[in-house]
C-alpha cells in the first residue's frame, strides 16, 4: 500500500561556473529558499544527495558533508550515484522511502562541481563512464556517444544538420530569460550551425554545458503535504528503463530503448497518454538527444520529431513546450543537479512563477521529466501532475 | 617457475586491469587474432568478448573470430578528445557490422575522405607501442 507523494517546495543555485563556491555553498544556494518558505530542518526527516561525479571535487561522503553543512546531520541521509540521471533517479528513491511510509518529509538535493578540472580533464572523467575496458581505450568522449546516435539518424531518416541547430536556438532563446541559466544568451541559426566541431557530426552549440550548481525539492506524503502548501504537485507516474552498457550493443541507434521503457511505465501509472502532457523538460545533453527524446516519449513519431522543431511546436506557446528554462544547453548540465533542476522548474511553471511571461507556459495540469543517465544505459522519467 | 605475465594493454587510452582471461584475449590480438567468446552452455557468442555468458554467468572460452570484414554502421569524428587521447585528436571512431550481425567498435586510421555510412570496412590490427596493441580499420 502506497501513499500518494508531493513536491511541496523547491530551490534553485545559479548555475554557470561558479568558481566562488564548491559543493557544499551550492547546496545552501539551493536549499536556503526553501528555508524562507518557513521550511525548517526540523520538518525534515531524511535527505537524498543526488552527487553523480565526486571525480571532479574529489570530495567522497558527500551526503554527510552536505547534510552537516545544512544542519541536518542529525536526520538519515544517503548519496545516489545514476551518472546523468542521478538526480530523478534520487527523486525516485526518495519517492519510495515516502511513499512506502519509511519517512514522511525528505528533502532531495542535487548538486554537482564540474569546473575545477579543466574541459580536457571533464571529457576525461565522462569517458570513463563508457565501458573501460571496451570503448575508453578508443577515446569515445561523452559527446562522441550522441555523435554515433547523431550519424546514424542523420542516416536513416535523411536529417540535415541545420535541424539539430534549430533546437540549440530554441534552448538559447529561452535560457537567455531564464536568470538561473549559465549560458543566459540568444544564438543565431547561423552561429549554431557553423560553429566549431567538437565530436562531428556534433558541433559545440550541440552540446550542453560543464556546468556548477545545486538544485533541491522537499518531497512530502499525503497526509503532510498541507502543513507545507496548498499548491502541491504529485508525483503522479514514475517510470526507469535502461538499456545495453555498451552503445555497439544496441539494435538501433535512432532511439534510446530505455527511455520508451521508461516512459512507458511513466505514462501507465500515470493513467496518461503523451497528447496529455502540458510541457516536458527533457534530457537534451546534445541537441539529437532533445529530438530523439521527443520519439521516445511519443510526442512524435520515429523519424518525425523533426517537424515539432520545424513548426516551432516546442516553444512555450506551442503544442508540446519543451525546456523552455534553456534545457542542459543554455541553463546547463551540472550532472547531479539535472535531474532535481528539471522537477523544480516543472513546479514553476505549474504555481506561475518563472517571473518572465515571455516563457510562462499557460495552464499547466501535467509536467513530464526525462532524465538520461549517460548514453541512455538508464532513464527514469516522472510524471507530474498539478495538485490545485 | 610461473610463466612471467608479459604487459601489454588494449587500445590508445590504458585501462591497466588485465585479468587472466583478457591477457589471453591480448597475446592473441597480438598475433592477429581477434578472439571472441562462446559459453560452453548455451553457446552464445560475444564480440568483444565476456568472460561469463550474459544469461547464465557461466565461464566462457575464447574462439577466433573468422570475419575480417564490415559495414560502417555508425561513426563520430572526435575534434574535442578526453586528456588521455588529445595528441590523437582529431580521429574515427567507428562502429562496424559485420556480416553474422556481429559489431566492433575501433578507429579508422586512414581515411582521407569523411566516413560513409555502409563502406567497408576492413579489420586490421596495429602495435601502438611496446606495451599497446590494438584492432582497427582500414578502409
Keep these: ?388 | 617457475m610461473s610463466k612471467e605475465k608479459k604487459e601489454l594493454y588494449l587500445g590508445y587510452a590504458t585501462d591497466k586491469a588485465v585479468t587472466p582471461f583478457f591477457q589471453r584475449f591480448l597475446e592473441a590480438l597480438e598475433q592477429e587474432k581477434l578472439m571472441m567468446s562462446r559459453c560452453p552452455k548455451c553457446g552464445a557468442e560475444y564480440l568483444p568478448p565476456r568472460q561469463h555468458c550474459q544469461k547464465d554467468l557461466e565461464e566462457c572460452e575464447l574462439v577466433e573470430f573468422p570475419e575480417r570484414e564490415a559495414k560502417l554502421y555508425s561513426y563520430v569524428i572526435v575534434d574535442f578528445a578526453p586528456e588521455s587521447l588529445a595528441s590523437r585528436a582529431p580521429y574515427v571512431v567507428a562502429i562496424g557490422e559485420f556480416p553474422s550481425g556481429k559489431r566492433l567498435t575501433a578507429h579508422i586510421t586512414n581515411l582521407m575522405s569523411m566516413p560513409e555510412i555502409g563502406m567497408t570496412l576492413k579489420l586490421a590490427f596495429d602495435r601502438i607501442d611496446d606495451k599497446k596493441i590494438t584492432y582497427k580499420w582500414l578502409v
Aim: aromatic content about 8%; some cysteine; hydrophobic content about 40%.
Design chain 1, 1 to 388: 500500500m502506497t501513499r500518494r507523494v508531493a513536491v511541496v517546495a523547491g530551490g534553485h543555485s545559479k548555475f554557470g561556473k561558479r568558481y566562488d563556491a564548491t559543493v557544499r555553498e551550492l547546496c545552501a544556494e539551493a536549499f536556503k529558499p526553501i528555508l524562507d518558505e518557513g521550511i525548517t530542518q526540523d520538518m525534515i526527516d531524511a535527505s537524498v544527495l543526488s552527487y553523480a561525479a565526486s571525480q571532479f571535487t574529489g570530495q567522497g561522503a558527500g551526503s554527510a558533508l552536505i547534510a552537516d553543512y545544512l544542519g541536518l546531520h542529525e536526520k538519515p541521509h544517503l548519496r545516489v550515484e545514476s551518472a546523468c540521471t542521478t538526480g530523478t533517479a534520487s527523486l525516485r528513491a526518495a519517492w519510495g522511502m515516502v511513499a512506502s511510509g519509511l519517512y514522511d518529509v525528505m528533502l532531495v538535493l542535487g548538486v554537482e562541481q564540474m569546473n575545477r578540472v579543466t574541459s580536457a580533464q571533464a571529457t576525461e572523467l565522462m569517458a570513463r563512464a563508457g565501458d573501460m575496458r571496451w570503448e575508453y581505450p578508443y577515446g569515445i568522449s561523452f559527446p562522441a556517444f550522441y555523435a554515433l546516435m547523431a550519424s546514424r539518424y542523420m542516416h536513416e531518416y535523411n536529417l540535415p544538420h541545420e535541424v539539430l541547430s534549430m533546437i540549440a536556438v530554441k534552448s538559447h532563446h529561452y535560457g537567455a530569460q531564464n536568470p538561473k541559466a549559465h549560458l543566459p544568451r540568444e544564438v543565431t541559426l547561423e552561429e549554431a550551425n557553423n560553429a566549431v566541431p567538437i565530436a562531428r557530426p556534433l558541433n559545440l552549440y550541440d552540446c550542453s554545458l560543464i556546468t556548477d550548481g545545486a538544485a533541491a525539492v522537499v518531497i512530502a506524503a499525503e497526509n503532510r503535504v498541507k502543513e507545507f502548501t496548498d499548491e502541491p504537485v504529485w508525483i503522479k507516474g514514475i517510470g526507469a528503463g535502461a538499456s545495453e552498457m555498451m552503445i555497439q550493443d544496441r539494435p538501433s541507434l535512432t532511439s534510446i530503448p530505455g527511455a520508451k521503457r521508461a516512459a512507458k511505465a511513466a505514462y501507465k501509472m500515470a493513467g496518461i497518454e503523451p497528447k496529455d502532457i502540458d510541457m516536458a523538460e527533457v534530457h537534451d545533453c546534445f541537441t539529437i538527444a532533445e529530438l530523439i527524446a521527443y520519439e521516445d516519449l511519443g510526442f512524435a513519431e520515429p523519424g518525425k520529431g523533426r517537424e515539432i522543431v520545424e513548426n516551432k511546436e516546442n516553444y512555450h506557446d506551442g503544442r508540446i513546450p519543451v525546456n523552455v528554462d534553456g534545457g542542459l544547453k543554455s541553463k546547463g548540465h551540472p550532472l547531479g543537479a539535472t535531474g532535481i533542476s528539471m522537477t523544480y522548474e516543472i513546479l514553476m511553471q505549474m504555481r506561475g512563477q518563472v517571473q518572465k511571461p515571455s516563457r510562462q507556459i499557460d495552464d499547466v495540469h501535467y509536467g513530464l521529466a526525462h532524465n538520461v543517465g549517460q548514453s541512455g544505459q538508464f532513464v527514469n522519467v516522472i510524471i507530474f501532475e498539478r495538485g490545485w
